[in-house]
């Protein structure tokens, strides 16, 4: 490990933004046979529902079923999943689920109206999606903190029936899994996984009932089944790998800025982890942090190839500068870990999520900090947002005219339609001006 290459960079260099573009790029387009195996899929469960169901659960789980419906889980077992766990557990998870909970309700949009001169009213009605849908992985893969990040906003949005579904390989059921989908209110659990999940999730079968949006996070299959069957129903987003961008003036120990880096590489060889520091002895502190902690992390391999692929430790100019490269890189996360992050904080525009100060790690923001953790990646921050509560509302417009208001549209209006060469739309408007 001691062998570990750096990308070390240095915006003063002529070839510097080609260097960072080329470690900013990444392919996300999904490979040709997977694609057509994920039609393939789809369009079965679109024809055979059920049937499909179960033959794809018998053969990718290893798991069988006389039918579909023996796939739910009732409820009973959820409380029990919750009610067995060790208290060390159930007490993080509850302490996460109340700050998830917190904070999304400061999310929450509200109805309005106003009435204008001429007495119409006008405004907009917020109303939650009648059902969501909430892909989880299972198995050995326990992602209890996606189960909150995901369902917890979706009731506080006041979302009727929340329906998850997670693959069971070989009949093995996640206890810590079923105990956060209680402690979120999960309203059905089924034991169904792969794009045949969101399949089902999109179309509806006899079993499986149809949902408005399906959310949550799942592996090549299940994201190339979302973008299919996204249009058909809402998505939360198609998530690339993960990334951390870290800001630092120098005063943060190097060792805590190189575990921040570490937290992020570990989840996959394709994650990012960039350092930007005018400061170069710090950067070089932290390269040689790097190297001394990284033999003792349990997934090193990993980390090393994310590091030594996509990573990064760059100097920069000033943290004016630094602020400026953190808004062409849009990152999922950004740390920004300086003596005043409130003063560098306006000159952000672009990242998923902002943590603040030399004591906030991003990890934090994964389990119980509050704010969700399904962020934009990919440089998608730069027009998207993290999920929230606002995910799971709808927004219809209300317009009511009073009769003087409709005269008084009315003729702007027919002469608009006819402009447009549109003579029904205008007779419409006209029939109402007095």
């Known amino acids: 490990m001691n062998t570990l290459k750096i990308n070390r960079l240095d ?130 893969a326990a992602y209890p903190s996606s189960v909150l990040m995901n369902a917890i906003p979706a009731k506080v949005a006041g979302v009727p029936e929340i329906v998850m579904v997670s693959p069971t390989p070989k009949g093995e059921i996640n206890a810590l899994v079923l105990a956060a989908a209680h402690l979120a209110g999960v309203d059905r659990v089924f034991r169904l996984g792969g794009a045949q999940a969101v399949a089902a999730l999109a179309y509806g079968t006899a079993t499986i009932p149809r949902v408005d949006k399906i959310v949550g996070p799942g592996n090549i299959y299940v994201a190339t089944a979302k973008k299919q069957v996204f249009g058909q129903v809402g998505i939360d987003m198609v998530a690339g790998p993960s990334e951390i961008l870290v800001i630092c003036d120098g005063g943060t120990d190097p060792d805590w800025i ?110 119980c900090a509050g704010p969700n953790h399904v962020l934009p990646t990919a440089r998608t921050a730069r027009f998207s947002s993290p999920l929230g509560v606002y995910d799971f509302q709808k927004r219809s417009s209300l317009i009511n005219c009073s009769a003087a208001g409709a005269a008084k549209l009315g003729k702007v209006a027919d002469v608009l339609a006819m402009g447009e060469g549109l003579p029904a739309h205008a007779l419409s408007a006209r029939h109402r001006v007095r």
């Open 11 to 140: 915006t003063r260099d002529a070839d510097f933004q080609d260097r960072l573009d080329q470690l900013l790029r990444y392919n996300d387009s999904t490979d040709a046979t997977i694609q057509q195996r994920v039609t393939d899929i789809i369009q079965r469960v679109r024809s055979d529902g059920d049937a499909a169901l179960l033959d794809y659960t018998q053969r990718f789980d290893q798991f069988s079923v006389a039918g579909v419906a023996e796939l739910e889980l009732p409820k009973a077992q959820l409380e029990q999943a919750w009610r067995d766990l060790p208290s060390d557990l159930a007490e993080a998870l509850q302490f996460a689920a109340q700050r998830i909970r917190t904070y999304a309700e400061y999310q929450k949009l509200q109805s309005w109206s106003f009435q204008d001169s001429d007495g119409s009213q006008l405004g907009q009605q917020v109303t939650p999606l009648d059902r969501v849908g909430l892909y989880v992985p299972g198995g050995k």
């Open 258 to 367: 190189a575990a921040d880096l570490f937290s992020q590489a570990e989840h996959d060889e394709d994650a990012q982890a960039i350092l930007l520091s005018p400061d170069a002895a710090f950067l070089d502190a932290v390269a040689a942090g790097i190297r001394r902690l990284l033999p003792d992390m349990p997934r090193a391999a990993v980390i090393e190839r994310s590091l030594s692929d996509r990573g990064a430790l760059i100097q920069v100019r000033d943290l004016e500068q630094a602020a400026q490269i953190a808004n062409h890189i849009a990152p999922e996360h950004l740390e920004l870990s300086v003596a005043d992050p409130e003063a560098l904080l306006p000159l952000i525009r672009n990242a998923g999520a902002i943590f603040m100060g030399r004591y906030t790690a991003e990890a934090l923001g994964d389990y």
